[in-house]
């Protein structure tokens, strides 16, 4: 192979995870920040179908990334992003954005209803579906009426109408499911508090990111704030590369 197709092995990927209620064109303005920086980029397609086939999809992406990775999450995302690392060390650190810092055994939704001012819960419409294995299983989405409100209080209103009409809905198990790698014990961690999130507390997200030893950051923002503020996440991200890259 000659010099000029050699891939990189020294500057890392960025691996972006979408959570329940989105999809990947929720890092539209974060790509493009990344991408001027020169950074390579995949938004992963999180299947929302459960947290360990999440995981266990997000694992096979990883393994066709050449060289070392920093992984990105937002909202359910981050669960699913800690449980995809594997200790081989291609990680090299994690960002969660409006996220979720797991201990082992504990689920998305305990911590998402460990302190007051959640509204998601009431907004949340279950339909019932089959599920894998051939059982019914609730497969939830934000009420189109609420999703501005409870979910992207600060996106245009018309940028927040197509996000609730383009939402990915989430079985309800893998909010339920537990936990079991904490990545973060070892891997250097960021993490984004967004100040007026009505799905995922700021309280809730400052007490995972203290717990996990994170360099917090805060931002006056919704809980989609990868698309009202891609600057500060971007900004986030490339800090996480430039303080592991040394």
Do not use: C
């Amino acid at each position: 192979m000659s010099p000029s197709t050699t891939p990189d092995t020294t500057t890392p990927t960025i691996v972006l995870v979408h959570g329940a209620f989105a999809d990947s064109s929720s890092w539209n303005g974060v790509v493009e920040r990344l991408l001027a920086e020169g950074l390579p980029v995949v938004a992963a397609a999180n299947p929302l179908r459960g947290l360990e086939p999440d995981a266990a999809y997000l694992r096979s992406v990883l393994a066709g990334v050449d060289g070392p990775v920093v992984l990105a999450g937002h909202s359910y995302g981050g669960t699913v992003m800690s449980e995809a690392v594997d200790p081989d060390g291609r990680v090299r650190a994690l960002v969660y954005v409006a996220s979720f810092i797991l201990e082992a055994g504990e689920s998305t939704g305990d911590l998402a209803a460990k302190f007051p001012g959640a509204e998601l819960g009431p907004a949340l419409r279950p339909v019932p579906v089959t599920g894998p294995d051939g059982t019914t299983v609730d497969d939830l989405s934000i009420d189109q009426a609420r999703f501005g409100d409870v979910f992207a209080a600060d996106v245009p209103r018309d940028v927040a109408a197509v996000m609730a009409v383009t939402q990915r809905p989430i079985v309800a198990d893998a909010l339920a499911a537990p936990a079991t790698r904490t990545p973060w014990r070892s891997v250097p961690s960021w993490n984004v508090v967004t100040l007026g999130d009505l799905a995922v507390p700021a309280e809730s997200q400052r007490f995972m990111g203290e717990r996990a030893g994170s360099r917090q950051g805060e931002v006056d923002a919704s809980h989609a704030v990868t698309v009202s503020r891609p600057d500060v996440v971007a900004a986030a991200i490339v800090e996480a590369v430039r303080e592991t890259s040394r």
